[in-house]
Structure formats: C-alpha cells, structure tokens
C-alpha cells in the first residue's frame, strides 16, 4: 500500500471505532483487518501504529481540535497528529492528494487548523490536567490516591508502547534453547529482568508463526502476568484452582510450575473462554489440568470446599494497568464501571476463599493501578474472614525476585518495572 492509502485506511478504522465506541479497539481492529485480507502485515503494522498513536494522544487532540473552533473527526485526528507530532516528518500535502485510494485535499478550514497546529508542543499551559494525563477527569484524583507525586510519571509512562513478553514453557524447553530457536526464526530476545522463564522480544514481531510458538516452547505472556504465577507458588502433586480463567494463559504457567503433577482446574463463567483454552492447552503438552464453566446454582464448588492448596483469583477489573496496550480502554471507563467491578470482585473473592484448605494460600489479583480494586479490596476481606491472613516475608515463594512482595502483596507499573500494571496479594488460611 502507498503511504496515503495507509493513511486512508488508518481513518476508516478511526471513523469504526467512533462508531461503536464500547467495542474494544484491538477487537475491532482484528475484524477490521479480516475483512480486508488484501492489506498485508507490514501495512497492517504501520495502519495500527498510526491508529494507536492517535488513540494514546486522544484527550490532547481533541482538546487542540476543539480549541481552534472545530468538531473533531477520525479525518482531523489524523491530521491534528501530524501537526503535533514532535517528528514532523509527514507532509499532509504528500498524503491528502484525492488520488486513489488517498484521502481527498485538505478544504480551506483543515489547511488553517494544520498551520495553527503545526510546531505545536502536544501538551499546552492551558490544557487541564486530566487532559494533560490523557484520564477521565473522575479518575484523576483515585490516581493521586494511588500514586501521590509520582502520578504524572507513571502516567507518562502508560503512553509508551508495551513490550511483546514470553513465557518459557519449561515443560518442553528452557531459555537457551528457546530464545535459539527463535532467533532461527530472525527473532531476538532478551531473558527478562524479573520473571525467571521470561523472554522479551525487540520491537513488534510475527511470533504467533515461529516454531518455537507453535511447538508450545513459548506462550505470549507480559512478564508482570508471569509474575501473578510465581505469586502463586503452584508446586508438583498439588491441587490448584484458576478461579476466573479465562483462556487458561495462567493455568499454563501454574501447570508449568506444577511440571504436569497434581491437578488443576480452569473454571469461568464464560464457555466461549473456556473453549479457546483448548488448544493453549494441548499446543503446550499440558495433561493435568481440566475445565468447568461456573454456572448459577452449581453445586461444584460446595463439594469442593476448602479441598484446594493454592487458589487463584484472577479477578475482573477496570485494567488500568494494560493501557499500554489498550490505551482506548481509559476513554470507556466510567465512574460506575469501577463501583460495579469493586462490588463483583468482593463477591468472587468470597466465593473463591471458601475453596481454599486449612492452610493453603490464595493470591488475589488484578490488572489495575487503582487502590480500590486492590489493596482496598484485599483490605476489607481480611476484615470479613479472620481465617485468612497475609504471608509473611519468609512464606513468598522462591520464584518471586526477593523485596518483589511487600507485606505479601506485589505492586508492579510500567514505569517502576517495565510490565503492565498489576497487583497480587497472597493470603493464607489458617491451619
């Protein structure tokens, strides 16, 4: 494709996304693209790059936009990008040609906002605050809860791109060999600095082609997620439970850790997620794990209670932690979204608690930086059920980076740790 109808399709994928607004834009995107297979990987690439820059800067673009008198549009988003951006390499002249396949000329009013723009710094003295962070303007002050001083540094770097993280799956290989056989594959990587079956992959790469994924030798995992599975500290002959599951990525690596001894279950309320850890499962040779889709009025998990040495509760939450990679997710959220999430996340962890034996632990954990979804929440259970009680330092398991867990609970940031946002805290139930 010719830069202008990159250009071009970069503003039709803008103009879907506005038109359904609460469909996540890396699921839209995917349809998008399927729907148009004649566009190949490298122009797929620099279609997104394009699309998500725009959607990182969006509060400042609109706010630029809105100021010179104008309603912005997926077409004045691109080009109010242009002006802005610190590179200034493009030339909307270039780009905006009408020729086929090109987005028409600039009109008389998109000329005069490209000069206005033009030079522009992308944050400006007048720009509120919550505009500058590019957060809903509610959430700020939670973020200042969680953060104090440091919340513009650790929102800054949320606007960066996230890492593309494996999971060495020891069950068929180990770092070496696995990033050898990647780099066949002209794939670099780097062992990570945190989780010790890490690898972290320079740039975008196809990785979902390569032997070494589709032998099982690697999962795409971020590290900080990999580290929600030391937390846990799954061991041979155990009986664990990954209580909302999903797609089983961290079922694979506590199974991983349990070297395919003992037994684990996968539950979810959702079918569709539960299928689609099918193949997860067997591409990475896991055979002691199972599958149980929660449904109202089971009696699963009353036979089961208090029956599970390790307990893990993955739970649903805003994911403020992943704007990295989803960085539209902090324009959907709302106010309620979060009341709704705090009351669902009590109830799961009530629930869940009730599988876990005399003794056994179970990890608490969230892809969120806000303090109500995590230590707040942790908090108030330890309140509601004296039977259970946080680690202590010398109880954290060995998988765990030492300091990593600070009165048995791991806070980890994109900026601190160079993984998306995530929160675990491991409690035990009392003998």
Known sequence: MTPSARLSAAIDLLAAM???????????????????????????????????????????LHWWIERAGMQPTPRLLALAMMALDP???????????????????????????????????????????????????????????????????????????????????????????????????????????????GLRVAGRQPVTSCAAFRGGMV????????LVVAAVGARPGMRVLDYCAGAAGKTLGMAMTMENRGHIVACDVSEPRLDGAVRRLRRAGVHNAE?????????????????????????????????RRNP?????????????????????????????????????????????????????????NPAFSMVTPDGVDDDLPPGLAVDGQVRLTPRQHHTDGFFAAIVQRES
């Open 291 to 323: 599958r149980h889709l929660l449904v109202a009025g089971d009696r699963w998990a009353r036979r089961r209670s208090g029956s599970f040495d390790r307990v893990l509760v993955d739970a649903p939450c805003t994911g403020t932690g992943t704007w």
């Open 219 to 226: 999962e795409i995992q971020d590290e900080g997620s990999q």
């Open 87 to 197: 590179q200034g390499r493009e030339n909307p002249d270039d780009l905006f040609t009408g020729e086929r396949y090109a987005p028409l000329g600039l009109t008389g009013p998109e000329r005069r906002l490209y000069d206005q723009l033009q030079g522009q710094a992308l944050t400006h003295p007048d720009m509120p605050r919550a505009v500058v962070l590019e957060v809903p303007d509610w959430l700020l002050p939670r973020l200042e809860r969680t953060f104090g001083d440091g919340v513009e540094a650790e929102l800054a770097a949320m606007e960066g791109e996230a890492t593309l993280d494996l999971r060495v799956n020891l069950l068929k290989s180990d770092r070496p060999t696995a990033r050898a056989a990647l780099a066949a594959d002209g794939i670099q990587s780097e062992d990570t600095t945190l989780s010790p079956w």
């Open 328 to 384: 539209d997710a902090r324009l959907r959220l709302r106010e309620r979204d979060l009341l709704e999430l705090t009351a669902k996340q009590a109830d799961i962890i009530d629930r869940a608690a009730s599988l876990v034996r005399p003794g056994g632990r179970m990890v608490y954990a969230t892809c969120s930086i806000l303090r109500e979804e995590n230590g707040d929440q942790i908090a108030a259970f330890l309140a509601r």
């Open 18 to 60: 506005e038109a359904t607004p609460q469909r996540p834009a890396d699921a839209l995107a995917n349809a998008f693209f399927r729907e148009r297979r004649y566009i190949g990987g490298g122009d797929r690439r620099a279609i997104s790059a394009r699309v998500w820059r725009i959607l990182r800067h969006w509060r400042r």
